[in-house]
């Protein structure tokens, strides 16, 4: 083909470097010296453009360059000249218009379609094997953190890239000093054209059994200013904060204190309804505002929430605790309610005194209130069947809290390329006020005589956190390549804890002081940290080391009884990573990170809790601080014409002098202690190995699948009775994904995975909680004329009796439903739903914790009908 144009690009920056067109046999020359990574173009008129890299040294006479003709090309990605995903450093870059979604979808929609990401029915979102914790817009932060007001508020078509990366803290990103703090983030960016206007989505639902659902939202971009607001109500699970939103809403939603003496969470988003027990009634608002003004010197950040969440539900819980010569057997009935409010402001400014300087200031505040009333009724045997003790409990509980923390980052950089210092200070306050009424009831079995002990009492709970720190850095480049960077810093932690307990007087009330369960307690820490970094950027390969040494001094103060301790504590906390681009479509990276950790305040205080009345837990003032090692590889490698993605993941961590409970239980009465200890002679520790490859079956037809595989387990130890416990948990799973995406016709999502779960206790070999697992959720719906739409969503769940625990879980959820949209633009739509047609949902959980292996029912939304109007808005601004 003669006069075909060459073009020979810059990879880094896309630089045209030489130029041509072929001769009239289709031949070509570039004799163009390269220093790095090119990229060769030839277009033709009527035929698809052909890309390939050219690497420096290399000999290229014998390529031969094919080209096929745009109506080969009508359903390739390349007709467009668009690369659906590109690899940079770090950063797997996807582009949005590459993929299909639904007209007025959201960006959760178009996160689903792209190879590498997943998001479940919550919204949750993993990307390449990792949960994301944040999702940003423009590089900017909306609402906060929460991911998924990001997702399923902006639409799809409004996106121009999205990018998934690693991101390291602020401080790291400033200083070039890796803190080993990274969170998985996805960011946003969006198209030039959508960045003026109006858009929203309002949503009202009413359904059978009192069930209802409302929704609105309402963004104003215009140039770099946004404003947003929403506001989300219902009881049907329809709303959603983050499940770090759902913490900072209500401590104690969600979260229970369990028999063997470990908090653990419920699971899922409670202000979602997922994972909470009852039928939640949620209320879930905020706003946001962003702007930046004067050629980006200024940039303000705002924003304000307030979230509600009233919940009253039942549970039924069965524990097994493995001990040496015996197994205890807990059943549990319990019924909790609460209602918790939060409100919550957040500001971020950004000030650039010139090319050089700049000043970031951060600041927050909250105000939350919440209330609980939990009741519950428990009984315990061993394992002849023989009573051991029973326990009737009403807890009630009162808090206030609030705190505010602000955050002043300084940067200064010098006209040599590279240097710069940085001063970081901040103040953070943390308090807590709360009461409580425990009236409990139990008996139990003591040198075979049955005990009934009662407990009526009130406690004063009051706490508070003050965090101050400053931290100032150094970096200096060593060549154009390596930089140095030196850091100091210095933080002062004064912590303060009390609770006093009060029993019933002669007077009837109470103002008897019961001394064994009252505590005033003070942990002061005092810290000097010091870090040398080096980094290392080239063009394919980048790499960190960062060295920190920290010297704490601890300082534990009685209150009551005046008494101290104080100990200090010099450590080396190392971080190591390095990535590598193999292409700019595949790559490897790996990091390291080893970190010390001191015990907390209630790990070391000696003060009993009697909230449950058997299960006591101490602490222990002599800890020592614990050692992890952390290891992470992951590789991913993208292949432009047919579309395939392949990620493979491992990570890996080992504790040394790991903070374990060493339980004494009696096995009389079933009562236990729990002693926080350092794990000596061996090592706790996990894995996760994950891996994926997505390809297309058949292009005509949109058909694409995705197997995948996860395997993770872990390995830890405690002490029963003076005996060596070594509990094993591994889960082994295989995840096969096909899809048809074509938004016309048949379409289908099905996902099917098998699995395999282990759960063991070397003290109770023979009863262990080994089992099947098997779960499929997907969808199928059918486009008609007349934008109608048939759907069917579903959720399978399956998971095989064990040794431990008799009873199987099988429950298949069915959720059918039919719309139509209306007008034009098709903004407007209809939906009729029904959730759980079989009425089969059931709240249920299996856990292990030392020894103890848990199963857990709930009460959780189930079947009902709703009818939904939904109307997605947009006016756009003229520049």
Do not use: C
Request: glycine share 8%; charged share 25%.
């Amino acid at each position: 083909m003669s006069n075909a144009t060459i073009m020979l690009l810059s990879a880094k920056d896309s630089i045209l470097l030489d130029f041509t067109r072929s001769d009239e046999n289709g031949n070509f020359s570039l004799n163009t010296p390269l220093e790095s990574e090119g990229v060769l173009i030839v277009s033709y008129p009527k035929y698809g453009d052909y890309y390939t890299s050219i690497l420096p040294n290399q000999d290229y006479s014998a390529l031969k360059v094919g080209l096929t003709s745009t109506t080969q090309l009508l359903q390739e990605v390349i007709v467009t000249g668009r690369i659906p995903v590109t690899i940079k450093g770090d950063t797997t870059e996807y582009d949005a218009g590459s993929y299909k979604v639904e007209k007025n979808a959201k960006v959760e929609d178009l996160l689903k379609v792209l190879p590498g990401i997943t998001v479940d029915a919550a919204g949750n979102i993993t990307a390449q094997g990792k949960t994301v914790k944040k999702v940003l817009v423009g590089g900017e932060e909306f609402f906060g953190d929460d991911p998924k007001l990001v997702t399923r508020n902006i639409r799809s078509d409004m996106v121009d890239k999205v990018q998934v990366y690693e991101k390291q803290s602020e401080q790291a990103e400033r200083t070039g000093v890796d803190d080993g703090n990274k969170e998985q983030t996805i960011n946003v960016k969006l198209k030039e054209g959508s960045k003026n206007g109006v858009f929203g989505k309002a949503v009202a639902g009413d359904g059978t059994d009192d069930y209802y659902n409302g929704q609105l939202m309402l963004n104003k971009f215009k140039g770099s200013q946004k404003i947003s607001a929403y506001g989300l109500f219902g009881n049907n699970g329809g709303t959603s904060l983050s499940w770090e939103d759902a913490q900072k809403y209500g401590s104690d939603a969600g979260v229970n204190y369990n028999e063997d003496g470990m908090y653990y969470s419920s699971g899922g988003d409670d202000f979602s309804g997922s994972g909470a027990i009852g039928v939640p009634k949620v209320m879930n608002t905020g706003v946001n505002f962003f702007d930046k003004w004067n050629s980006d010197k200024h940039k303000l950040n705002l924003s304000y929430k307030y979230g509600k969440i009233e919940s009253d539900g039942n549970e039924v819980t069965n524990r097994q605790n493995n001990l040496e010569n015996d197994i205890q057997f807990t059943d549990k009935i319990r019924n909790a309610k609460s209602d918790l409010t939060k409100q919550r402001m957040n500001l971020k400014y950004d000030l650039k005194f010139d090319s050089l300087t700049t000043l970031t200031i951060q600041g927050n505040a909250s105000k939350n209130k919440n209330w609980t009333d939990d009741r519950s009724f428990s009984t315990t045997i061993n394992k002849n069947g023989d009573f051991l003790n029973s326990d009737s409990t009403n807890n009630s509980r009162n808090s206030d809290g609030q705190s505010f923390g602000i955050n002043a980052f300084l940067t200064k950089k010098f006209k040599k390329a590279g240097r710069s210092v940085s001063l970081n200070m901040n103040i953070n306050r943390d308090e807590n006020d709360g009461d409580t009424y425990l009236l409990a009831f139990i008996n139990y079995n003591k040198d075979n005589v049955f005990t009934r002990d009662t407990t009526d009492q009130f406690k004063k709970n009051i706490g508070n956190n003050t965090t101050k720190g400053a931290t100032l850095t150094y970096t200096e480049p060593l060549t154009k390549k390596l930089n140095l960077s030196l850091n100091y810093g210095l933080n002062k932690n004064d912590n303060n804890s009390s609770q006093m307990s009060f029993n019933k007087g002669q007077s009837g009330k109470y103002d008897a002081l019961d001394d064994d369960f009252s505590n005033d307690y003070s942990y002061d820490r005092f810290s000097h940290i010091y870090k040398v970094a080096l980094s290392y950027k080239s063009e394919s390969f980048r790499a960190n080391l960062t060295n920190s040494i920290n010297d704490d001094q601890l300082k534990q103060v009685d209150n009551r009884s005046k008494a101290d301790i104080e100990r200090s504590f010099l450590t080396y906390n190392p971080n190591l990573s390095f990535g590598y681009n193999i292409t700019k479509a595949k790559g490897i990276y790996f990091s390291y990170s080893g970190r010390n950790q001191l015990p907390s305040l209630n790990q070391i205080q000696p003060i009993l809790d009697n909230t449950d009345q058997f299960n006591l837990v101490v602490g222990n003032e002599n800890l020592k601080p614990s050692f992890s090692n952390s290891f992470n590889v992951n590789y991913n490698s993208f292949k432009i014409l047919s579309g395939s993605y392949t990620y493979l993941g491992v990570n890996y961590s080992n504790q040394k002098d790991a903070f374990v409970q060493n339980i004494t239980t009696d096995e009389e009465s079933g009562k236990s202690v729990y002693r926080w200890e350092n794990l000596t002679d061996n090592t706790n520790q996990s894995f996760n190995l994950y891996g994926g490859f997505h390809f297309k079956l058949n292009k005509d037809i949109g058909l694409e699948n995705s197997p995948r595989i996860n395997m993770s387990g872990s390995q830890s130890y405690n002490m029963i009775n003076g005996a060596l416990n070594k509990v094993d948990v591994f889960n082994y799973n295989v995840t096969y994904s096909i899809f048809k995406n074509m938004k016309k016709g048949f379409d289908f999502d099905v996902n099917v995975t098998p699995g395999f779960k282990t759960m063991s206790s070397s003290l109770q070999q023979d009863v262990n909680s080994n089992g099947f697992v098997f779960s499929s959720n997907g969808g199928m719906s059918y486009y008609f004329p007349k934008k109608l739409k048939l759907y069917v969503n579903y959720d399978y769940t399956y998971e095989a009796a064990t040794d431990a625990f008799a009873t199987k879980l099988d429950q298949l959820l069915i959720h059918p439903g039919v719309s139509k949209k209306f007008l034009k633009n098709e903004s407007l739509e209809l939906d009729f739903t029904v959730n759980d047609v079989l009425n089969q949902n059931k709240g249920f959980s299996r856990s292990q914790s030392s020894s103890v292996f848990t199963q857990r029912r709930y009460d959780t939304i189930q079947r009902y009908y709703m009818l939904k109007l939904s109307w997605d808005f947009t006016k756009m601004f003229m520049n």
